[in-house]
């Protein structure tokens, strides 16, 4: 394979590479009659970029090599995204310096190599090492798609602008009405004291093309989608957006008579949440603040016991109660050395129905020393 690129075609070629290092760590380079395609796919198998460029967009264009019948398999081959990067890092650079670049891949050499012919005779050669590889090609079908909005670069381009570089995923919402929304999707776990929420509207008047038969709403990640957006702003071509219900691929188109490029990106699906099911839309009523019925009023009682047969001012022993929640610890301000600090009105009102033998009396030697209130506490304080 052998192809020449000149002009401003070397930097439309260079932010395709770029795009595609949003979206994958390897570039796969395969040679077709129609034209050369770049492709590129994430780890997680959730995104898929794809550029074809068109015979036309070269100045010669050879996809195979010469003397090889057409009986031989196509050359494809995968080259690190990394080192395919570091060839059209500096785009300005590219612009002012570069006349033309020549891309050749020889499997009889073993070789990939990408030429840059500068001004004043000055040629840099980069010999990048490859691997073979079969055909990476993502099935989609834009036909399948019940919704769709094409619309110019730059305003697009404006519209994610406002989001942070951070921001993982956004939310493209469209309605029947007119309206067209991008808004920042947080994840449920996240605080929302400490994350920031932006959200831009758009009218239908904007879009070169508004398709949409109901209201929907799309998550898809914003790092490939600022890739994609990059390129078709420097080469100015509109954007197609074509998209389904939550849970379908949303895919990404742009056209020329010299290239095609194609972003496909996974959307986040809706899953029906628990209490949903369980309560088919019926709210639950909240709980009271003091649930009578689930107290350990038992854990209380045993506590609260104290001997009435031990001799005068000698100390008797707490009986140890592990499912007490509460802190039993010593207290300063009585002669007693335990105390428990639990709910006023909790003790008090069990207490007094229940066990009114329990209450404080002088043969107990136990003060029960209550501060009235919803939320008071109540130090019982009791001894030998």
Same mark, same amino acid.
């Given at each position: 394979?052998?192809?020449?690129?000149?002009?401003?075609?070397?930097?439309?070629?260079?932010?395709? $590479? =770029?795009?595609?290092?949003? /979206?994958?760590?390897?570039?796969?380079?395969?040679?077709?009659?129609?034209?050369?395609?770049?492709?590129?796919?994430?780890?997680?198998?959730?995104?898929?970029?794809?550029?074809?460029?068109?015979?036309?967009?070269?100045?010669?264009?050879?996809?195979?090599?010469?003397?090889?019948?057409? #009986?031989?398999?196509?050359?494809?081959?995968?080259?690190?995204?990394?080192?395919?990067?570091?060839?059209?890092?500096?785009?300005?650079?590219?612009?002012?310096?570069?006349?033309?670049?020549?891309?050749?891949?020889?499997?009889?050499?073993?070789?990939?190599? /990408?030429?840059?012919? %500068?001004?004043?005779? $000055?040629?840099?050669?980069?010999?990048?090492?490859?691997?073979? %590889?079969?055909?990476?090609?993502?099935?989609?079908?834009?036909?399948?798609?019940? =919704?769709?909005?094409? +619309?110019?670069?730059?305003?697009?381009?404006?519209?994610? /602008?406002?989001? !942070?570089?951070?921001?993982?995923?956004?939310?493209?919402?469209?309605? !029947?009405?007119?309206?067209?929304?991008?808004?920042?999707?947080?994840?449920?776990?996240?605080?929302?004291?400490?994350?920031?929420?932006?959200?831009? %509207?758009?009218?239908?008047?904007?879009?070169?093309?508004? =398709?949409?038969?109901?209201?929907?709403?799309?998550?898809?990640?914003?790092?490939?989608?600022?890739?994609?957006?990059?390129?078709?702003?420097?080469?100015?071509?509109?954007?197609? @957006?074509?998209?389904? @219900?939550?849970?379908?691929?949303?895919?990404?188109?742009?056209? #020329?008579?010299?290239?095609?490029?194609?972003?496909?990106?996974?959307?986040?699906?809706?899953?029906?949440?628990?209490?949903?099911?369980?309560?088919?839309?019926?709210?639950?009523?909240?709980? !009271?603040?003091? #649930?009578?019925?689930?107290? #350990?009023?038992?854990?209380?009682?045993?506590?609260?016991?104290?001997?009435?047969?031990?001799?005068?001012?000698?100390?008797?022993? @707490?009986?140890?109660?592990?499912? /007490?929640?509460?802190?039993? +610890?010593?207290?300063?301000?009585?002669?007693?050395?335990?105390?428990?600090?639990?709910?006023?009105?909790?003790?008090?009102?069990?207490?007094?129905?229940?066990? !009114?033998?329990?209450?404080?009396?002088? =043969?107990?030697?136990?003060?029960?020393?209550?501060?009235?209130?919803?939320?008071?506490?109540?130090?019982?304080?009791?001894?030998?």
């Amino acid at each position: 394979m052998k192809c020449i690129v000149t002009g401003g075609n070397v930097k439309a070629l260079g932010k395709a $590479v =770029h795009s595609l290092s949003r /979206v994958g760590d390897e570039v796969y380079i395969e040679p077709q009659q129609e034209g050369l395609s770049l492709r590129a796919v994430n780890a997680s198998r959730s995104a898929y970029a794809c550029f074809l460029f068109a015979p036309l967009f070269f100045q010669h264009y050879l996809p195979r090599e010469s003397g090889s019948s057409s #009986d031989e398999g196509a050359l494809r081959c995968k080259v690190l995204m990394k080192s395919f990067l570091a060839v059209f890092r500096s785009l300005p650079s590219l612009e002012k310096t570069v006349e033309k670049c020549l891309i050749s891949l020889s499997f009889r050499a073993s070789r990939f190599r /990408v030429q840059l012919h %500068c001004k004043y005779g $000055v040629v840099k050669t980069h010999d990048l090492s490859f691997q073979e %590889c079969e055909s990476l090609q993502a099935v989609f079908d834009t036909g399948q798609c019940a =919704h769709a909005l094409r +619309a110019p670069p730059r305003l697009l381009v404006d519209a994610v /602008v406002h989001f !942070p570089l951070t921001l993982a995923e956004v939310t493209l919402g469209a309605s !029947p009405g007119g309206k067209v929304s991008f808004r920042s999707y947080l994840e449920e776990e996240a605080e929302p004291g400490r994350m920031m929420k932006t959200e831009l %509207c758009l009218s239908e008047d904007e879009f070169q093309a508004f =398709h949409i038969k109901k209201e929907t709403q799309v998550t898809f990640c914003l790092k490939e989608f600022r890739g994609l957006l990059s390129f078709a702003e420097s080469s100015n071509l509109p954007l197609n @957006i074509h998209f389904d @219900i939550p849970g379908r691929p949303a895919i990404f188109t742009l056209e #020329d008579p010299v290239l095609e490029a194609h972003l496909v990106l996974a959307t986040l699906s809706e899953p029906e949440s628990p209490s949903s099911q369980t309560t088919k839309g019926t709210p639950q009523p909240l709980a !009271p603040a003091y #649930d009578l019925t689930c107290d #350990d009023i038992d854990a209380y009682m045993i506590a609260m016991e104290t001997t009435c047969d031990g001799t005068e001012g000698k100390e008797q022993p @707490i009986r140890p109660v592990s499912s /007490v929640p509460y802190s039993l +610890a010593q207290s300063s301000t009585s002669h007693s050395p335990w105390a428990i600090h639990v709910p006023a009105k909790r003790c008090w009102q069990r207490t007094a129905r229940e066990n !009114p033998e329990m209450v404080p009396n002088d =043969h107990m030697k136990t003060s029960l020393m209550l501060v009235l209130g919803e939320d008071a506490s109540a130090e019982l304080v009791f001894g030998g």
